[in-house]
């Protein structure tokens, strides 16, 4: 089943909610919407659910226009960050509304609940009400729901992201589980890159009503097709420099600089934009090509097994993301080695050279 | 000082439940010993007050009246308000926020205003002492505070809940009805109550739209004498009588009430 929104755009009011966006969704793996909040995730999956008529485009899925289809006629179920369940149902009843209302046999609707229950671990709880439960619970019994009544096309818009750090990590090693064996094609909009990376799949990077790059999630991870994409696709937040380009060099300041790639070779001299993840700053030396920088330390949060460092070198404020615990004394001036193979460069306008 | 705690709400309780046991007590005094010396409770104890009540068409017709005037309005006033109430929460529209205060500055002019106006109308389409021109004078007030009270209620509820229930492939009202309605119970048992206890309570409109046919208790009880000289007795008994309807439906919303204050809509 391919889901596909052709020259979609969305208004309300004078606004401009999501500018024209033509995507074709991966009918395997999870789709992953990654972007900030009111980056237009959640009108995004109102409009592939007929919850929201676009203002112009079209919706394509599984090769039929279903622009004007309401949503009762559509096989799509969604699941909320939050925990959105009937108050007045039992858990059961929960499970089985979509299937009661589609009016299947008594029986087959019993077979059906009980299974994707025992699948969710909600057996134990199905003569409860949501608010008899804990967030997990309610949200696996959501997605219960979602998953009992074989829907085309799954909406998950932030299912993880109000659960604690326990029952998050739990749930997110289930999910893909859950839809390995479905036909369907299933959009999961989160605002962390982390667990969009843990996901895999496709990913759609959103800014401010734009989709920035579509495409295998690795590679939008890797090859981001310009900054703005980058800034999102990166925890912490990627550093950013300006850079300039004189000769066969590349320059940041004075005491940094480090010989131009081959992809860059070419290019006329001149200002550049730098980008690299903090995991590629490091106060150890790791990688054959590593430039040196020198940084005085503003904020040290070592965990127990990585170290945080931001510190500042002239104007820019750069962040070191680096496994292990280092005696780094705030205040203090410290050298980190900048990975320079991994580095990506971008035109003054954001676009990434060699995209 | 803490075994004395107990002092201060057994004080504040008893000032406030001294007005009703003095009501409750005279109930059962018959009208002489309530003109004569000054006593705290019946020392002739008697009935005769409340079998009057309940065996005199005039009194007992007072209360029926009372009750169905009420029970009709609190009807029309919920089931007019609730699809008001969904629109005010659910939808943006042209002039919303002003229309939702309009609805409040309703129950800001006193009930005297609208009297005359309703007189006259009521009686041009002979809607004069009949319990739906009661019923239906009070949803002038009513109708207001119950969209208030129940847009509180609906707003409560994440618009997230009336999404899924389409997603999953609910009709609107089958969702409204089935789920939506049953959500927001407390909310409508509140809303009940407030415009069954407000029209209970309204006196001015009742009297005034009302002759013989559809004549409130509240009306009969004013009358404090008649052709036998002062009935204070009886005139209690009503009194008594006219609480017990009230707080039998507090009894029953209690939990909801408390919900509604936390809400911060009653």
């Known amino acids: 089943m391919t889901l596909?929104?052709?020259?979609?755009?969305?208004?309300?009011?004078?606004?401009?909610?999501?500018?024209?966006?033509?995507?074709?969704?991966?009918?395997?793996?999870?789709?992953?919407?990654?972007?900030?909040?009111?980056?237009?995730?959640?009108?995004?999956?109102?409009?592939?659910?007929?919850?929201?008529?676009?203002?112009?485009?079209?919706?394509?899925?599984?090769?039929?226009?279903?622009?004007?289809?309401p949503v009762q006629k559509r096989n799509v179920s969604m699941v909320y960050q939050q925990f959105i369940n009937y108050p007045n149902l039992t858990v059961y009843e929960n499970i089985a509304s979509p299937l009661r209302v589609a009016g299947l046999a008594r029986a087959g609707i019993d077979n059906r609940v009980r299974r994707i229950a025992e699948l969710l671990r909600l057996t134990p709880l199905l003569a409860r009400r949501p608010a008899e439960l804990s967030g997990g619970q309610q949200q696996r019994t959501a997605l219960a729901r979602a998953l009992v009544k074989d829907a085309d096309l799954v909406l998950l818009d932030e299912p993880l992201a109000n659960l604690d750090f326990k029952l998050r990590e739990e749930l997110r090693d289930e999910l893909p589980?859950?839809?390995?064996?479905?036909?369907?094609?299933?959009?999961?909009?989160?605002?962390?890159?982390?667990?969009?990376?843990?996901?895999?799949?496709?990913?759609?990077?959103?800014?401010?009503?734009?989709?920035?790059?579509?495409?295998?999630?690795?590679?939008?991870?890797?090859?981001?097709?310009?900054?703005?994409?980058?800034?999102?696709?990166?925890?912490?937040?990627?550093?950013?420099?300006?850079?300039?380009?004189?000769?066969?060099?590349?320059?940041?300041?004075d005491a940094v600089r480090w010989p131009a790639p081959a992809a860059l070779r070419r290019l006329s001299d001149g200002p550049y934009v730098l980008g690299i993840r903090p995991h590629h700053v490091s106060p150890l030396r790791n990688g054959h090509q590593a430039a040196q920088i020198e940084g005085r330390v503003q904020i040290a949060e070592l965990s127990?097994?990585?170290?945080?460092?931001?510190?500042?070198?002239?104007?820019?404020?750069?962040?070191?993301?680096?496994?292990?615990?280092?005696?780094?004394?705030?205040?203090?001036?410290?050298?980190?080695?900048?990975?320079?193979?991994?580095?990506?460069?971008?035109?003054?306008d954001g676009a990434r050279i060699g995209a | 000082m803490k075994r004395l705690s107990w002092l201060v709400p057994f004080l504040y309780v008893l000032f406030l439940l001294l007005p009703i046991y003095w009501l409750v007590s005279m109930s059962f005094k018959t009208t002489n010993e309530i003109l004569g010396a000054f006593s705290p409770w019946p020392r002739t104890f008697t009935f005769d007050n409340y079998i009057k009540i309940f065996t005199d068409r005039t009194w007992y017709s007072g209360y029926i009246n009372s009750l169905i005037y009420t029970t009709v309005n609190t009807v029309i006033s919920v089931v007019v308000a609730l699809p008001a109430a969904?629109?005010?929460?659910?939808?943006?529209?042209?002039?919303?926020?002003?229309?939702?205060?309009?609805?409040?500055?309703?129950?800001?002019?006193?009930?005297?205003?609208?009297?005359?106006?309703?007189?006259?109308?009521?009686?041009a389409i002979e809607l004069f002492d009949t319990h739906i021109a009661v019923a239906l004078a009070h949803c002038l007030f009513n109708i207001p505070l119950a969209v208030w009270i129940l847009e509180g209620f609906m707003s409560a509820v994440p618009r997230q809940l009336d999404e899924t229930a389409y997603i999953d492939g609910y009709r609107f009202w089958r969702f409204f009805l089935r789920i939506f309605l049953p959500t927001i119970a407390a909310g409508v048992g509140v809303t009940a109550f407030f415009c069954f206890m407000f029209s209970w309570v309204e006196l001015l409109l009742a009297?005034?739209?009302?002759?013989?046919?559809?004549?409130?208790?509240?009306?009969?009880?004013?009358?404090?004498?008649?052709?036998?000289?002062?009935?204070?007795?009886?005139l209690a008994a009503a009194g008594t009588l006219t609480i017990v309807p009230g707080a039998f439906v507090i009894y029953f919303v209690r939990n909801y009430i408390a919900k509604g204050f936390a809400l911060g809509r009653v």
């Open chain 1, 304 to 348: 127990g097994s990585e170290s945080v460092i931001h510190f500042a070198h002239g104007k820019l404020s750069w962040v070191s993301h680096s496994p292990g615990v280092h005696p780094i004394e705030v205040g203090g001036t410290t050298r980190f080695y900048v990975e320079t193979e991994r580095c990506l460069y971008f035109t003054a």
């Open chain 2, 207 to 234: 009297k005034t739209l009302t002759s013989v046919a559809a004549k409130p208790i509240a009306a009969t009880m004013t009358r404090t004498a008649s052709s036998s000289g002062y009935e204070l007795g009886l």
């Open chain 1, 4 to 69: 596909e929104l052709r020259n979609v755009i969305k208004r309300v009011g004078a606004d401009t909610h999501i500018h024209e966006t033509r995507v074709r969704f991966a009918e395997t793996g999870f789709n992953i919407l990654l972007g900030t909040t009111l980056a237009g995730k959640t009108t995004l999956l109102e409009l592939m659910a007929g919850l929201t008529p676009p203002s112009a485009g079209e919706i394509w899925f599984d090769g039929k226009n279903v622009t004007g289809v």
């Open chain 1, 177 to 253: 589980k859950l839809f390995a064996d479905r036909r369907c094609t299933v959009v999961f909009a989160t605002s962390d890159p982390v667990e969009a990376l843990l996901l895999g799949g496709h990913t759609a990077t959103i800014h401010a009503g734009r989709i920035t790059q579509f495409g295998p999630t690795p590679e939008v991870y890797r090859q981001p097709a310009d900054l703005l994409t980058a800034q999102i696709f990166s925890h912490p937040p990627i550093n950013i420099a300006p850079i300039v380009k004189a000769g066969d060099a590349m320059v940041v300041s």
């Open chain 2, 86 to 123: 969904y629109a005010f929460s659910r939808y943006r529209f042209v002039g919303d926020k002003h229309l939702f205060f309009w609805l409040l500055t309703n129950r800001m002019a006193p009930a005297a205003v609208f009297a005359l106006p309703f007189f006259q109308l009521y009686s």
